[in-house]
């Protein structure tokens, strides 16, 4: 069985639920990635200020959407009972067209966004491989991350 999807690439407005508010998706998306840089700079300044103190100075700036979309409510952009959904979506939106990578956290009640992809986090210092030969010669090493 074959599906054929055709989705359209631009929304003027959103519309989640019947009877709900429709929401400006053009001015939501915008507003939405300028609070995304808005607090990536921020981190950035105090990733900045504390870098002489971490061993990891190139640390990702993540930020989360839960307090992204709360700075938007705060300001009056997005309502926090209606507009979910559709920032959702205008932050799906926002990383295709910016090449931005989202992950849910450990609790899966939120979700992280940042602008390189996201490392996996097992510890790679402890993976090892094996390789037998054919003439049964044995060998093991072990991967460092360091």
């Not at 998306?29 to 300044?45: A, P, V, W, Y």
């Not at 200020?49 to 700075?71: A, Y």
């Not at 097992?122 to 390789?131: F, G, K, P």
């Amino acid at each position: 069985m074959h599906y054929d999807f055709h989705r359209p690439v631009y929304y003027e407005k959103i519309e989640f639920a019947k009877g709900s508010t429709s929401v400006n998706a053009k001015n939501l998306k915008r507003q939405i990635i300028e609070e995304f840089l808005r607090q990536q700079r921020t981190l950035s300044l105090d990733t900045t200020t504390s870098s002489q103190q971490s061993s990891n100075p190139s640390q990702q700036l993540t930020v989360e959407f839960s307090i992204l979309c709360e700075n938007l409510a705060d300001h009056g952009h997005l309502s926090l009972q209606t507009d979910l959904a559709s920032a959702f979506y205008c932050m799906l939106i926002n990383c295709n067209e910016n090449k931005l990578y989202m992950k849910n956290n450990s609790k899966r009640d939120d979700l992280f966004i940042q602008e390189r992809p996201f490392v996996d986090q097992r510890d790679l210092s402890t993976l090892s491989y094996s390789y037998t030969s054919s003439s049964n010669l044995s060998i093991t090493s072990s991967l460092n991350a360091n």
